[in-house]
């Protein structure tokens, strides 16, 4: 087969009610699981998802000076992450632009695992020069699965027979479930209280069944993309090509965005020193940044009110779009929403939109262009701090 | 001198000559095209020298074909259809192969497992290609202007081409600085490591030129690989159902529906010039024709030298046209096949048939093949680009047989003891001893096969040393410089007399842009 399966095709495939398939980095995933992904979703949000995260990009980073090397290529302080510890972060080019988004855990003193979303092993070996340190791509030989929901806790507990009760967010701790030595990180791309499970291939098949068998009471749902693409919006988590392009292949300036752009500010040390992009991004911190990444919550009144024009309810989206919509002010555009969805948790129809800084203070009245019966029209909007949910048991 | 006169004659009926007699027939002129031979299209051709099968005698795939001129001339509704060549396989000595196919997971599954690195490089080059080629693409479509040139029209092309360079920003600039200097396999090891892989991207940058892959200059003609993709073609190579030849066909019949009339087997012998002014056409067999202007779409030796008196034309330019590097370095080989070669490497029939395939295992084996060039021989161990081109367009071979394309560097012109029947046939054993080195069954399927040395280029196809370009694709022989600083904008210094073959700018190919952009210029002046 030209495009590959994950290590849990075997079990997925089956599973895929529609063969409903997207391609993620080479790889075949499913969209949905079951005819439709509403309850997928749900299972996220009331009870635990089963996803498989494979096609993520994996990079073992182990030398003397591993934390040297990622501290040069990442926004956040790498010297600061103690063992144990995970880090979300932004990597940019030499002007400050965004080229990916992924984390780096520190699984050992000179032991780090960089995930991302595209390849990176070109610009990690570029960075590595004169460093004492070793890079491997491991995407490979290390499955993921992203266990996501209240559940979460208890299902990934009674799966590797250990209390995670002290496992915080954003830290990563070795187990075995199944036999099967895996590390257990406290992250996820929900939003939700969660856990991701990276597993040498070779065993990623009994940790799923594993994980199926003690899930079934808790309620653990394998989820596709459709459910995770709607949880992520309502997380505000940004998407690659989907919320930002990324550097490298941005054919012009305009498509470009720093990390103060994306607000991801708060992920960017400038008083590290000596990183890629830093002095582009302290001159932008000083002149500020012209773009801000916001939510945008659309009013149901309005709504109603172009819909009304062809005595319609509001129509609003089954799954989460991703075609970007422009966003106006009174004067004219002031930015773009680039994916959104319905969120049936939060009963909004929300957007994640660049706005041109000074319309993105939180409370602005903005307007978004909506399509009813093929006519355009703007629906009135209210912009949003980033995220739409979060709920305690996210960190708890 | 017969009694009707055309406003334009178009000399040469080449994909060029009919483009340009089709705009021009488009705008209510009246044109008549003299072609030598018996099938119009010139290099771009298709004809069934074996019985059953249909040969694109010389070139064989379509890059940059105008998408204007496609449109313009509705070349659609005269049949024209452009298939998608979606893959490229390099065969290597260990018995593995380098694939790049449609599919960019695909082929960075691929590369990946000839280097991780090269995979990601590989996504970077292309997209730095991508951009590159836009920034140079509006070059490609201006009439060339004249630097030396005090003229509104010229100052304003040269003020904007300026600008244009500005805008690229330091970084992009000195890129396409490095391209414009570097050699092919310098600029590529700058990318990557795996020595397949440059080795077959470099093969591009050699095309048409008297030169190897580490010649400095090659470099810059990876870029035109790219350029095609800009333009809605996204895939940068496609084949023309029926063959090249279709493409000139179709070409012919859009002149044809505008008024154009197309002569063949008409030898134009020379070109009348009365008071400086080209005033009509005499044919080798002695007939003229009378016109307001006459085009010549053949190289510029022939234009300048062949058809004209030396003594209507300036000293300098005489000189600069004999120095117009114009030296032919590349053979075709066309197979009739009773099945399809079995490439050691991917056993049986698979994709690979239907893209292209290299013989470029290293940059060293192109390298060595170039050297024996310079010493005036042919490559003992040749380059090749192949096509089968029955595998995309069944009604090219009988069903179930197959043809090849095989284009071969390097058979210089120039051949130490000069070309012979033997030595054609030589030639052409070297080639199929390098494909059957990957593909065994080859010699053994073989039906029919054709040999074409630079020499019967020149004889069969009027390109003068067999150039297939009509002239090197070097730097100093592009843009405002194609053919020469003076003439470079379609025009001659006899009142009346234009060029429009591809040694004018942007160049050889199957574009059609040389025969368009004399076209408007001629209709501007025609006004
Ligand atoms: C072997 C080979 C392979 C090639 N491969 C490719 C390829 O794959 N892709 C690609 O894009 N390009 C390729 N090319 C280049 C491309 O084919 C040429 O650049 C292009 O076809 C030239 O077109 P033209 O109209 O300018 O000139 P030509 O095609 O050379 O047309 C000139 C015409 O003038 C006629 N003529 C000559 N003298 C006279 C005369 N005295 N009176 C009347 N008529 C005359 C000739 O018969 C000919 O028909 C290849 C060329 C060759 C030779």
Redesign the pocket.
Known sequence: MPLRTTPFHPRTAPLNQAQDWRRWSGFLVASAYELTHEREYWAIRSAAALLDVSPLYKYRVIGPDAGRLLDRVVTRNVAKCSVGQVMYTPWCDDDGKVMDDGTVARLGDDVYRMTAAEPNLRWLHQHSRRLNVEVADESDAVAALAVQGPNARAVVSMASEQDLADLRFFRVTHATIAGVAVTISRTGYTGDLGYEIWIPQEGARQVWDALVRVGKPWGLTPAGMLALDMARIEAGLILIDVDYVPARRAIIELRKSSPFELNLAWTVKLDKSGFVGRPALLAERDRRPTWQLRGLAIEWESLEEVYAEFRLPPQVPTAAWRVSRPVYAMGGQVGYATSGCWSPLLKKYITLAHLEAPYAAAGTELMVEVTAEHRRRKARAQVVDLPFFYPDRKRA | MSASTYDAIV?????????NAAYLARAGKRVLV????H???????TEEVHPGFKY??????????RPEIIRDLDLSRHGLEILPLESTMTPMPNGDYLARWADRDQTRRELYRHSPRDADAYDDFGSLMYQLAFAVKPILEMIPPDPTSVSVRDLRALFRLGRHFQSLGAQRFHELHKLMTMSAADYLAEWFETDVLKATLSASGI??TFLGPRSPGTAYVLLHHYMGELDGVFRAWGFAKGG?GAV?EAIAASAQSFGAEVRLE????EVTVRDGRAVGVV??NGDEYAAKLVVS???PR?TFL??LDRSHLPEDLLTDIERFRIR?S???VNLALDALPDFTCLPGTGPHHRGAISISPSIDYLERAYDDAKYGAFSRRPYV?MIMPSMIDPSMAPPGKHVM?C?VQYAPFALNGGWSPERREAFGDAVIDAIAEYAPNLKDIILHRQV?TPAD?EM????TE?????GELALNQLFFLRPTAEWARYTTPIAGYYQ????THP??????Q??RLAALKILGKLK
């Not at chain 2, 069969?460 to 390109?463: D, T, V």
């Open positions: 000399i040469g009926g080449g994909h060029n000559g009919l483009v003299l072609e030598r031979r099938v119009v299209g010139g290099a771009a051709v694109s005698v010389c070139s064989y795939v379509v890059s940059l074909l095309i048409g090249t000139s008409s030898t134009v012998q044919l080798q779409a053949l190289d022939r062949g058809l032919g590349s053979g075709k680009d394309s284009f074409v280029m069969e196809f009027g390109l067999g150039n297939i370009f009509h429009c073959g591809s040694g160049g050889g190919g199957i574009t059609g040389p025969g």
